[in-house]
């Protein structure tokens, strides 16, 4: 199917867990994203990628890290896992120049 | 680096009446105004934007406006109806690094029948 991806949808892990939630876009995009979302937070940017190989920290990036080996993933993982990563994370994709980003439909992590 | 504020955090309306939600920008590089819709489970789509070279932009029942002096920009939906019942986030881009947003802390707008 063409769009963007995420897995799992729903996620219980454990404190100190690794954890890896999964991006994937076909559309193959020059940048995506990681946001994640939490009441009264908006949506903050933890990492973002403008190409494979090529990645840079957003706004909260402490506790997170990425990869982008092919342009159509960008997986997130939380290498070991705290109860303040309790959130819903979007993965987003776009071209460059201000164009639409388009969301993946979220991946709910609960860190117990 | 962008500080976008919105409000409000909630807005309840009558069907037929219309909704205002404002933003806030910080950043006078800032060129680039998206306006997200997400409805319940799915992630956020956009329902429209607008650039800083123009003052408005409206698609049917949908205007975004926007005051480069003072650093805001607003949307207006008219004739609200049911299936506008959603979450808002206005969102805030320098055209850099891809079009990284800052988002507003979001609206959940109720409209009730």
């Known amino acids: 199917d063409a769009g963007i991806t995420q897995s799992p949808r729903y996620k219980i892990t454990e404190t100190g867990r690794q954890v890896t939630l999964m991006c994937h876009q076909t559309?193959?995009?020059?940048?995506m994203f990681w946001y994640r979302q939490d009441l009264g937070h908006g949506l903050r940017l933890i990492y973002y990628?403008?190409?494979?190989?090529?990645?840079d920290k957003g706004e909260v990036p402490d506790g997170y890290v990425v990869s982008r080996s092919k342009t159509e993933n960008f997986p997130l993982t939380l290498e070991s896992a705290t109860r303040s990563q309790t959130s819903v994370y979007f993965c987003?994709?776009?071209?460059?120049?201000?164009?639409?980003?388009?969301f993946g439909q979220g991946t709910r992590l609960t860190v117990v | 680096g962008e500080n976008v504020e919105q409000h409000p955090s909630t807005l309840s309306v009558q069907e037929g009446d219309s909704a205002v939600i404002k933003c806030t920008y910080s950043?006078?590089?800032?060129?680039?105004f998206p306006w997200y819709k997400q409805e319940l489970g799915k992630g956020p789509q956009l329902i429209i934007d607008?650039?800083?070279?123009?003052g408005e932009k409206k698609d049917q029942r949908i205007a975004v406006t926007l005051n480069k002096t003072a650093k805001h920009f607003s949307l207006h939906i008219t004739e609200t109806q049911p299936e506008d019942s959603a979450v808002y986030f206005c969102?805030?881009?320098?055209?850099?690094?891809?079009?990284?947003?800052?988002f507003g802390g979001g609206t959940r707008l109720m409209v009730k029948p």
């Open positions: 987003a994709s776009s071209e460059p120049g201000g164009t639409e980003a388009f």
């Open positions: 559309w193959s995009h020059s940048y």
């Open positions: 990628s403008a190409a494979a190989d090529i990645t």
């Open positions: 950043d006078s590089a800032s060129n680039y």
């Open positions: 607008i650039r800083s070279n123009v």
């Open positions: 969102a805030a881009s320098n055209g850099n690094a891809g079009n990284m947003l800052t």
